[in-house]
């Protein structure tokens, strides 16, 4: 995985910035579109969004630029779905509880929104079905399905959702077609995103490793860049630190202050100062994993 | 090593300065025994860790002093936060001191001291050589977390490069003679800082007034108008 270094400034909103990665399954998307040499995975998915665009719209569409904009429409779903995938696998469940809070989903879920597809963006209830099924997949998703969290049972709930809750509504008009054809370019989506990604199964299995110990560190207030396990020290990878720290931010803040004299969890400026700690902490790990790593392969560790 | 790692409340657990046998013992322990040692991450342990200190080296980060429109500082708690530039200066880069001049810095390793164990971090003798002095608070307390603070000050005639990541202190432990007592919260005042921290001051008044102390000279701005009359700055 190449990580992209945050900025001294943005350490203390590393959590929200971890939707960077969304945004750079963006930029790999259009360059596996303007490839001379296109990826096979993404010539199936390509075939895919003409062939369910046949199947589902093109009788029903005559006009030149309406089917120009059905496939835009289809498209963009499509690249939508693809970089929360490429994102996810790259990062793990820590990109769900991101966009989570980043589209304030906890808050704003509804029977009215859940299931809504726009022009731009596939329902959120959608995503959030397809980024389940990618986590258990991965392997990433045992490990944190029985977190007391918000953003887990919110994931579960809104997974759950059967198909016909899906809607898209254009000039007031429900079009349950358009749906039909993007579930079927679904899988495709998924089968690329893997391809891309080879590395994230070995990722979920350090994370399932590690978690528990950097959980510890957190707990004492200390570093996670250095576990250690039978009297070895090891090093997490910095997807598991990214991972152990968010679970940690849904579920643990409060045992932490509570270890701190002076500290209450219900006290809000309180408990933002320590999720900004939090935050610097999992900085300092990723920086530090990093620098370990060089220095492991130049033989100096 | 473990008939080094007496019981917590056994009167006769050794004092003075922890050996590098201690030192290794206390960081093989789990972060959850209030007696270990987190120093991370520790680069090339067998030449860090000398027969009674361990190296340390200078971090990354840094807060600059900059030109405040005033004539003096005072640390008070409008000032406290106004007087450092942030600067991050990445490893394989160098930070200018000029002469006569002072950075804060911090070290790149991340610390937990032992409940029972208090801390001194002093210049490395090479470091100090070249008249970088880097610590003038050196003083650690048990249970600290943290990257250090270290309080940068180049004494000599000439500008001197900083580079990140390499040894810049040692740091020293001493064993602190300290019953256990298994429910008492930690302090949280600098805990857990990953960059270097400006101090947190209050107004003069208010820490004079504590001690019976009422009344205090300050200096205020202001202007004096037209008719002569000295209007201070709200």
Not at chain 2, 27 to 41: E, F, G, H, N, Q
């Amino acid at each position: 995985m190449v990580f992209v270094e945050v900025p001294y400034s943005q350490g203390p909103s590393f959590f929200a910035n971890l939707m960077i990665y969304h945004e750079l399954g963006h930029y790999v998307f259009e360059r596996l579109a303007d490839a001379d040499d296109r990826r096979p995975a993404f010539t199936l998915l390509v075939s895919a969004m003409d062939r369910a665009f046949g199947e589902k719209l093109g009788d029903s569409i005559k006009t030149p630029g309406t089917r120009a904009w059905a496939k835009r429409v289809l498209e963009a779903w499509t690249k939508e779905v693809f970089c929360d995938l490429f994102a996810l696998r790259n990062l793990g469940p820590a990109f769900s509880f991101a966009l989570i809070d980043f589209l304030s989903l906890l808050g704003l879920m509804g029977e009215d929104v859940e299931g809504k597809f726009d022009e731009d963006h596939p329902a959120p209830a959608l995503r959030l079905r397809e980024q389940q099924k990618c986590l258990q997949k991965g392997g990433w998703w045992t490990p944190v399905e029985n977190l007391p969290s918000g953003h887990v049972s919110l994931m579960a709930r809104l997974a759950g959702k059967t198909e016909p809750e899906y809607f898209f509504e254009f000039q007031e008009t429900v079009i349950p077609a358009f749906i039909e054809a993007f579930l079927a370019i679904v899988p495709l989506i998924h089968e690329l995103a893997v391809d891309l990604t080879p590395h994230s199964e070995a990722a979920a299995a350090d994370f399932a490793q590690h978690a528990e110990k950097i959980d510890e560190c957190l707990l004492h207030g200390v570093v996670p860049s250095s576990l250690l396990a039978e009297n070895r020290a090891s090093s997490p990878t910095p997807v598991s630190m990214i991972n152990a720290a968010y679970c940690f931010h849904l579920t643990s803040l409060p045992k932490l202050m509570d270890r701190l004299e002076g500290q209450r969890a219900d006290n809000l400026q309180q408990r933002m100062t320590w999720a900004e700690k939090l935050e610097a902490w999992t900085v300092k790990g990723v920086e530090d994993s990093q620098l370990l790593v060089k220095s492991a392969d130049s033989g100096h560790r | 090593m473990t008939n080094q790692l007496r019981d917590p409340n056994d009167k006769t657990r050794p004092c003075g300065v922890f050996a590098r046998e201690e030192i290794l013992g206390r960081m093989a322990l789990p972060v959850s025994d209030v007696r270990s040692l987190v120093i991370t991450p520790l680069f090339d342990k067998d030449k860090a860790l000398d027969s009674d200190s361990v190296d340390l080296r200078l971090g990354a980060y840094f807060l600059l002093p900059r030109a405040l429109p005033e004539a003096y500082y005072c640390p008070d708690g409008k000032t406290a936060t106004s007087l450092h530039v942030k600067v991050h200066v990445p490893l394989g880069q160098y930070l200018v001191v000029p002469a006569h001049q002072t950075v804060l810095g911090s070290t790149l390793e991340f610390i937990k001291l032992p409940y029972d164990a208090s801390g001194e971090i002093l210049t490395k003798s090479s470091v100090a050589r070249t008249f970088i002095v880097v610590e003038t608070a050196p003083w650690i307390h048990p249970e600290y977390r943290g990257c250090l603070t270290l309080e940068i000050a180049n004494v000599s005639n000439t500008p001197v490069l900083l580079y990140p990541g390499r040894p810049i202190g040692q740091l020293i432990l001493l064993h602190v003679a300290r019953a256990l007592e298994p429910n008492r919260k930690i302090d949280s005042t600098y805990f857990g800082p990953i960059h270097p921290e400006a101090p947190p001051f209050r107004n003069p008044e208010e820490d004079l007034r504590k001690i019976g102390v009422h009344r205090t000279a300050v200096i205020r701005k202001g202007i004096v108008n037209q008719q002569g009359i000295f209007e201070a700055e709200k």
